[in-house]
């Protein structure tokens, strides 16, 4: 999904899907519809209702193109895995564009998209302000940016670090990483002073994902965590309580 930057070798690949049924590994054959929905109701609430050219990156195989495609006049999906973005275009055909590259070199033009997001790709990267740096400068003034990150202050995290199960601190604002996973978690306010310093202006914040538990569903299905998910999203926003942040950013007009 991301790829080390030629220009500066510390940009270490965390997670290559090339050649990785990504779609049915990890959504289709892991009990993951809950997450799949809440995503959806995610972005449906966020991304503008009509769009020129936008942009999905990090987008894979295309898991959420039927959230956008139909807003967009023209939808690309951009990602490492050449994998994954031929599966793209075979479900898409020529209702989406594709292309393959580095997320901290971005293949596009400046001011290219007057819309982005990216979606479930932030726990991959190292150096986040670089990311930012580069999502800001393909986007048009006055366009629209919908980020989910993969939040280190959960209730989960907290319990661990309390008990002495973790020594990751949930409430430092520096990026954790979990090397058994090869994954990073970044903190709300940390993340936030990222999109402010780079210019970005937070127009609306969602918690998302906020019962993503095997036990809880479990114990009240999918239909029931989704309608619970549908009022925890706005309401717990304040609080940034869930595994999943989303974020709604414009770059001002100029």
């Known amino acids: ?18 050649g990785y049924d990504y779609k049915k590994e990890f959504w289709d054959n892991s009990g993951r519809e809950y997450e799949d929905l809440a995503d959806r109701m995610a972005i449906r609430k966020l991304l503008p209702d009509a769009m020129e050219n936008f942009v999905d990156i990090a ?29 793209a275009k075979k479900t898409y055909g020529d209702r989406i564009n594709t292309k393959a590259g580095d997320i901290y070199a971005l293949p596009f033009k400046d001011e290219e998209f007057d819309s982005l997001m990216m979606i479930r790709a932030t726990h991959h990267f190292k150096d986040m302000p670089k990311v930012i740096e580069e999502l800001y400068r393909i986007l048009k003034p006055g366009g629209v940016a919908v980020i989910e990150v993969a939040s280190k202050k959960t209730l989960p995290k907290m319990m661990r670090y309390w008990f002495k199960k973790s020594d990751i601190n949930p409430f430092d604002r520096k990026p954790s990483y979990l090397k058994e996973l090869e994954m990073y978690n970044y903190h709300p306010k940390y993340m936030e002073s990222l999109f402010k310093n780079q210019g970005f202006k937070i127009l609306r914040v969602l918690s998302v994902s906020n019962f993503r538990s095997a036990k809880l569903k479990k114990l009240f299905g999918v ?9 925890a ?3 717990l926003a304040p609080i940034r309580f869930a595994p999943s942040i989303y974020y709604k950013l414009e770059k001002p007009a100029k």
């Open 1 to 18: 999904m991301v790829s080390m930057s030629d220009k500066n070798p510390d940009h270490k690949i965390i997670a290559d899907y090339n």
């Open 59 to 87: 987008g894979g195989y295309g898991r959420l193109a039927d959230e956008y495609i139909s807003r967009a006049k023209k939808s690309t999906i951009f990602d490492y895995s050449k994998t994954e973005l031929a599966d």
């Open 223 to 231: 239909k029931n965590l989704t309608r619970m998910e549908k009022v």
């Open 233 to 235: 999203q706005p309401l």
